[in-house]
């Protein structure tokens, strides 16, 4: 995929799940940018980058997950 195929991959989406552990990406920013709803980890790194734009969960915990992607 080249880079300026990213914006319309983002917008064929209808959200993006985030489940890192231990870094961050520029997917946050895509994703915010694209206006597509956002489930990311709870973890500080996060939350920094995206603010009130994400729904949080424990990437550590499955039920965290689908309690925010079956809504």
Not at 23 to 41: C, G, H, K, N, Q
């Amino acid at each position: 995929m080249r880079v300026s195929q990213v914006p319309a991959l983002y917008e064929a989406c209808d959200g993006v799940v985030f489940p890192v552990l231990t870094s961050a990406s520029p997917s946050l920013l895509e994703a915010m940018r694209a206006s597509r709803p956002l489930v990311a980890s709870d973890r500080p790194f996060v939350r920094e980058v995206a603010g009130d734009a994400a729904w949080y969960f424990e990437p550590t915990d499955p039920a965290s997950w689908l309690r925010h992607c079956s809504t």
